[in-house]
Every structure is written in structure tokens, then in C-alpha cells.
DNA sequence: AATTTTTGCCC
DNA sequence: CTTGTGA
DNA sequence: TCACAAGGGGCAAAAATT
């Protein structure tokens, strides 16, 4: 574990990716052939790997550990935290501060290490909290400082030491003198880094291929902005269809038996009974990827009430009547024995459409093929525009607009998907609270609360960090300290005097906040210097938004 | 038995 | 899910 | 262009606590 802490120090320090990349390669080059598939899932930043479940061990179980290590009163957590903005780093502080451990004491190896989490993850049932603290403590007990670091980071599933699993793969092909691409082939068939890495040390990458009864990865989409000018766009085919406000899911069957995975590659069958009733004893083996809605009479129901059935493990028959699911299917990648990924999307949508699957539960996603002749001209940015309006008078989030030569691409975010989204309107809101954040952030103040008019009185209605560059947030944090009413822990009231323009999806009904509201993804679309507070958007405008 | 806390994961 | 950053 | 870091709202499940 020694080396491990070693190493992600050292990738941390360096700002070069391919710099990072050399670095991980040699460390995953010289590992015990026991350890490589460790080494490998550890340097994505997962404890586990992605099939063994999460490990169920938070900030709270955490902080109870490395108390029954480390002895510490709270305002030495918080200063030390203060100094991190991130508990690792803090907890490192502190056991350097506190007594040094016995020289004599068995090293922590990355295998005595994976296998505890592993032990940590089956723990269930009553005791089960203590059970994995109690694990959790004694790998802190052995650890130097550095590696209590680290392990705290890979617990928390953030490394941040700018490195994550697409970089191992380059490490892997690197280490191996395999070509990326096929590290990155199989990593798409196998979806574990650790065996990957295995395969790729044996020269046996093309063994792992894509088997039904384990997720694909999903291919992703960029976004691109309604009213602009759509230079994302390439002369030639794209297919065109809704975006819907749904859960995005891969459908298989194999030999009659149906599975369900979610984006994070979840097996989620059990959770939506009726569309795998549908697929179950369909004569055709196939791999689908596609949207779960809530659909009733032709139309998706708002992401709410889809919201309330979401990780259930046995969805009463009640809830299953008032919430019933269809999986919207808009893609193939696989049917019977091939493998459909690497042929374009035209070609798989025309086997889509004669896929022997389809029902009530189980929809063909309607769309239509568009020429584009680009760049862009204004007709065909009026008809983009009009299809855009048809699929939000649907109750649909946008477009999606796919190339119709690409491939299916996963984990790619890049030219050959694209999502048209537009937002609603923007609200103009008063900063009333702000907070320090983590890692990078935790020495300014990154996030702000902030609140609508209703009278004479500021209600909260949000929080947001995103969208402020780092020059700006820098800017902004001398003022706040300098106009700061009260302070608790890392979060400050401010002198409401700060506008701030506030982009988001939908405004909720919630209890979260003052104003009975909440909005979803919000971010900040810039500072207004030019608004006074008393020109801040009210509480009726709230409300009205909610209505849509 | 009912409520609260913690966690993970969907967007 | 969102945005900004840097190689 | 790509991969990453940092952050939001909201829900269900599993345990812990009352």
C-alpha cells in the first residue's frame, strides 16, 4: 500500500496526462502478478471492482473509524479539514500529529486491503454499520499517515489525483505495449478494469468479447444549444428523435431470460417487473439500449414520478398501477450471435425496427432520417427548430440527433451524438449564504445559496457552484469574507447583496427550501454586477415556473 | 413500531 | 445531470 | 478534444436510534 500512496502522490503532483499515464505504467508493470487486477481497480479510483457491489462506508463511518485510531476532539478535524478540504488529507494531518505507530507491525499490502473492503461490502444485517467500521479501523491501525490518505480517497470513490479508469487504460496499453484500443475494446466487454488489466498483461485481450448477461457500456451524447448556430453538425445523415426524461437502460435477452442494467451497469431487473415480463421468453436473443419511462396513453410522465421507483427491490402492485414503465428501445447492439457495435447506426436501427420484441412495454422510439448539408442554413435550422417545439409539445426534454454512419461508441462523448436541450427561462437570485469547498476549492468560497423575493423577505430557493470561472469565484470570495454576517462550520451568511443569474432545467415544489421550491440542475450563468436585490426575480415568478 | 441517519445512485 | 479547466 | 474535478435535487433501502 506503501507504493499505491506513493504513486498517487506523485500523479497528483504532475500536471501532465501522459506524464500520469508513464507514471501509473510503471507502477502497474512491476506488480506482483497477484496484485496487477488490485493495482488496476485501485488506480481507477474504485475500492472494488464494479460487480462486487458498493462498500456502504461514508464520511460518518469514516470519521468513527479513524476515532477509534487516532485520538482527536472536533475542532482538530475541522481545522485539519480546513487545511484539506477533504478528509484524507485531514485525517493524514492528524495521525502525523498524534503518536507514531510501533515500528513492528506487518506492512498494509493492496491485497490485505482489497480483501477487507470485500469483507466490508458483504457485511449485512443487523451490526452491519459496526461490522464495517470496525474493518475499516483496522486498516487505519496499520497504516502509515500516506496510506490512511489514500484509503480514506479510495472509500470515497475520489482519488483526485486527476486519474480515473479511462487513463488506466492508456497506463495498461502503455505498461504492455498492447494498442489502446483494444484495452479499450475489452474493457467495454469485460467492464473491469482488474481483469482487463490481467488480460492485457497475457496478451489476451481479444479473449474478452461481449457476452449477454453483462452490461455494455453506454455510449453518450454531447450537448449542443438550442438557438445557436449547430456547427457541432457534419455534412451527412443523422437520425433525429425525442429526448425523454427517463432512465437510461440496457435491455437483454438471453435464451427467454431478460436483464435490465442501468448507466452505472447496475443490474436493476428486479426493480421494473413489467418490463421484464414483457422480454421474458422472447425467442430472440438481443441487446438493447434505450430509455425506462413512465408512460401512460403515448406519453412520458414527468421524471418525478418515475423518481419514486428508482432502486425499489419489490415495487408493490399499487405502485406498479400508478407508475407503469415501458422501456423506450433506440438502438441495437447486439441480436443472436453478433455483435452489432461496430456497424453504423443506420443499420442498426433497421434491425432495431424488426426486432420480434416489441409491446406495450417494450417501444420502438419513434424518430426520422435528416440530411445535413453543412453548415447549417437557416431552413434547416428552422426545421431542427420545429422538430425541437414538436418533441417538447410531447412532454420531451429535446432531440437527440445521432450520425447515422457512427458506431456504437461507449463511454465516448463525442461527434456522433448529440442532445438538444433549451432551457426554460433563468431566474435572477440574491447570493445569501456561501460555502467553502472541497479539494481544489476548499480554500474559497465555491458554493452559494441563494434566495428569491417575496415582500420585504429573501427565501432560499437553491444552491449552485457550477458555471463561475475560478477567477471569478476567487473574486467573489474577498467580498464575501469581507461582507460576512455570521459564520458556522464552513458555511457563511452573507449581506444579501450580491445577483446572480441562475440557469435551470425545472422548478419542483420541495421542502429542501424556504421558498417551498427547488430547481433542477441548477448553475450559475453569470454574476449581475448591474441588479440591486430589490430587483431579484419573486417568489410568484417561482411559482409560475413550477406550473410548466 | 416509528422515526432518523447514512449511503448510493438516478437525473 | 451540469460546468470550467488544462494538456 | 478529451478526461477530469467539483457540484446540485431527490428518492429508496438499510441500519441505527428513539
Not at 203 to 221: E, N
Request: proline share 5%.
Amino acid at each position: 500500500m506503501r507504493e499505491f500512496g506513493e504513486l498517487c502522490e506523485a500523479v497528483a503532483n504532475t500536471a501532465s496526462r501522459t506524464q500520469k499515464v508513464r507514471l501509473v505504467a510503471g507502477y502497474l508493470k512491476s506488480h506482483a502478478p497477484s496484485e496487477l487486477a488490485i493495482a488496476a481497480t485501485f488506480c481507477s479510483g474504485r475500492p472494488l471492482p464494479v460487480s462486487a457491489g458498493a462498500l456502504r462506508i461514508g464520511g460518518s463511518q469514516m470519521l468513527a473509524a479513524a476515532a477509534r485510531v487516532v485520538a482527536f476532539d472536533d475542532s482538530d478535524v475541522a481545522k485539519a479539514y480546513d487545511r484539506h478540504g477533504d478528509f484524507g488529507g485531514a485525517l493524514a494531518d492528524l495521525m502525523e500529529a498524534g503518536p507514531q505507530r510501533s515500528l513492528f507491525h506487518a506492512p498494509l499490502t493492496i491485497a490485505k486491503v482489497a480483501s477487507t473492503f470485500a469483507q466490508a461490502a458483504r457485511c449485512s444485517g443487523s451490526g452491519a454499520t459496526r461490522a464495517r467500521e470496525a474493518l475499516f479501523a483496522g486498516l487505519l491501525a496499520d497504516a502509515t499517515p500516506l496510506e490512511a490518505k489514500y484509503l480514506v480517497k479510495l472509500v470515497t470513490g475520489e482519488l483526485r489525483m486527476g486519474f480515473k479508469e479511462a487513463l488506466v487504460v492508456d497506463a495498461l496499453a502503455a505498461a504492455f505495449d498492447r494498442p489502446a484500443k483494444d484495452v479499450r475494446r475489452a474493457l467495454m466487454a469485460s467492464g473491469d478494469i482488474g481483469e482487463v488489466a490481467e488480460l492485457a498483461r497475457d496478451d489476451r485481450l481479444p479473449s474478452a468479447t461481449i457476452a449477454y448477461g453483462k452490461p455494455v457500456g453506454f455510449m453518450l451524447a454531447s450537448p449542443i444549444t438550442f438557438g445557436g448556430r449547430y456547427a457541432e453538425l457534419e455534412d451527412g445523415e443523422y437520425f433525429v428523435e425525442d429526448k425523454f426524461d427517463g432512465i437510461r437502460a440496457q435491455a437483454q435477452v438471453k435464451d427467454g431470460q431478460p436483464f435490465l442494467f442501468s448507466r452505472r451497469l447496475n443490474d436493476v431487473t428486479i426493480s421494473y417487473p413489467e418490463v421484464a415480463a414483457a422480454l421474458r421468453g422472447c425467442s430472440t436473443n438481443f441487446i438493447a439500449d434505450g430509455e425506462l419511462l413512465a408512460w401512460r396513453d403515448g406519453r412520458a410522465l414527468p421524471f418525478k414520478s418515475l423518481q419514486t421507483r428508482l432502486s425499489r427491490v419489490a415495487p408493490d402492485a399499487e405502485l406498479l398501477a400508478s407508475v407503469p414503465l415501458s422501456f423506450m428501445a433506440f438502438d441495437l447492439l447486439a441480436e443472436q450471435d453478433e455483435f452489432l457495435i461496430d456497424h453504423p447506426l443506420a443499420e442498426r436501427r433497421r434491425r432495431l425496427e424488426r426486432l420480434p420484441a416489441f409491446s406495450d412495454q417494450f417501444v420502438l422510439s419513434p424518430g426520422t432520417w435528416l440530411r445535413v448539408n453543412a453548415p447549417v442554413d437557416d431552413l434547416q435550422r428552422s426545421d431542427l427548430e420545429s422538430r425541437f417545439s414538436a418533441a417538447r409539445a410531447r412532454g420531451n426534454e429535446g432531440l437527440m440527433i445521432k450520425a447515422a454512419a457512427s458506431g456504437y461508441l461507449p463511454g465516448r462523448r463525442g461527434r456522433q451524438w448529440f442532445k438538444l436541450k433549451r432551457e426554460l427561462a433563468t431566474l435572477d437570485c440574491v447570493v445569501v449564504a456561501v460555502e467553502y469547498g472541497h479539494g481544489k476549492r476548499n480554500s474559497v468560497l465555491s458554493d452559494y445559496t441563494f434566495a428569491v423575493r417575496n415582500d420585504d423577505k429573501l427565501l432560499t430557493v437553491g444552491k449552485a457552484y457550477s458555471g463561475l470561472t475560478d477567477v471569478e469565484i476567487a473574486e467573489k470570495t474577498q467580498w464575501f469574507l469581507q461582507h460576512t454576517v455570521s459564520r458556522r462550520g464552513r458555511r457563511l451568511i452573507v449581506e444579501p447583496e450580491i445577483v446572480v443569474e441562475i440557469a435551470f432545467d425545472i422548478v419542483q415544489p420541495s421542502s429542501l427550501h424556504e421558498s417551498g421550491f427547488a430547481l433542477r440542475f441548477p448553475r450559475i450563468v453569470r454574476l449581475r454586477p448591474d441588479k440591486s436585490p430589490t430587483e431579484a426575480s419573486t417568489l410568484d415568478e417561482v411559482r409560475a415556473l413550477a406550473q410548466h
